[in-house]
């Protein structure tokens, strides 16, 4: 794409003459025609904006005065109000203080528009992308948990707030891990073949997904320590209400300082899991709280190494606060 020449106009003056001499173009840069008006420093400076003023008028002393080269950026107010970006560029001429100056007035504003236009091209650039990626994202929770687009969002925005990184490269992360993987595995593939074909048909799947159970949680006491007991599936789509029902564990220890977290009845222990019980545990410590994990898994075994650290993690005994 090829843009036009830039407007460049020409001027001359002199510390002994009130009067200076301009082209053509310095008149049509100002918003006159030829000749309107006699051209004077008062004049020039009376069309620099304010802001700019006294800079724009330093610069016409030291090229008359001081006989030194002078380059600088101002703002043009043009006789119809108009601004425009502007170059001047100042040299002074042969013949002493007397020889004058010579100027030089280049207007930038298209070239200040095009960077603009760039830049905000560039951001908006980014922007689709980034709305693109978090769209991507978002369908793959959608299409695994079964959610609305609002709560995949949601658990996008959550898991961002919580560990403080931004949610872009939180979905593009997802996006491209699915993508290496070769999408999420032969029963998810063929959980979408089945949908895919049916919709194709007009029809609905022959074989219905059966309803996931929800997530149950309760509080109860075995003997003067709170219980809470987790029973069914742990993912993304449930951490909030986790972590939301260790809160208020939490806030019931009491004065034996000490919490259990029954785990015996949750589908599976995944990182998920214990993601959310390690945030607990690290809160427990600040506050001098003991917390107590109920596992089917003999202690000292992975899974109860990873969910508590540096914890305690309890096997499942007759007297650790009972079954589900």
């Known amino acids: 794409m090829t843009t036009s020449e830039p407007t460049m106009g020409q001027f001359h003056f002199s510390a002994s003459a009130p009067r200076w001499a301009w082209s053509d173009d310095m008149f049509v840069l100002h918003g006159m025609s030829p000749g309107d008006v006699v051209p004077t420093r008062a004049l020039f400076l009376s069309h620099v ?3 700019d003023r006294a800079r724009v008028d330093l610069a016409l002393d030291a090229c008359a005065i001081d006989r030194r080269p002078m380059c600088c950026h101002y703002r043009l107010v043009d006789l119809a109000g108009e601004a425009r970006d502007v170059t001047l560029a100042l040299a002074p001429q042969d013949g002493g203080q007397d020889g004058g100056v010579r100027g030089f007035l280049i207007d930038d504003s298209e070239r200040e528009r ?10 908006l650039h980014r922007a689709l992308e980034s709305h693109a990626i978090i769209d991507q994202a978002k369908g793959v929770l959608m299409f695994v948990y079964g959610v609305e687009p609002e709560i995949a969002f949601q658990l996008l925005r959550g898991a961002s707030q919580e560990r403080n990184v931004r949610l872009r490269t939180i979905a593009e992360g997802l996006v491209t891990s699915v993508q290496f993987a070769g ?11 089945e949908l895919f074909m049916a919709i194709l048909d007009g029809g609905l799947p022959r074989h219905q997904p059966e309803h996931r159970a929800p997530l149950e949680l309760s ?17 993304l789509s449930s951490m909030a209400q986790l972590a939301a029902a260790l809160s208020q564990l939490l806030a ?4 034996s300082g000490d919490v259990a977290v029954d785990l015996r009845g949750v589908d599976h222990l995944g990182r998920v899991t214990r993601a959310v019980v390690a945030a607990a545990r690290r ?9 107590h994990i109920i596992l089917n898994e003999p202690r000292g075994t992975s899974s109860a190494a990873q969910l508590l650290d540096r914890g305690r993690a309890e096997p499942a005994t007759s007297g650790s606060g009972g079954g589900r």
Do not use: H, Y
């Open 252 to 255: 019931t220890a009491g004065a």
């Open 49 to 51: 904006q304010p802001d």
């Open 114 to 123: 095009q960077a603009v236009a760039q830049g905000v091209n560039a951001e």
């Open 183 to 193: 999408g999420l595995g032969p029963q998810t593939r063929a959980s979408m073949d």
């Open 283 to 291: 809160r427990c410590e600040a506050k001098g709280i003991s917390m």
């Open 219 to 235: 509080v109860v006491r075995s003997g003067a320590t709170p219980t809470l007991r987790v029973a069914g599936p742990v993912d």
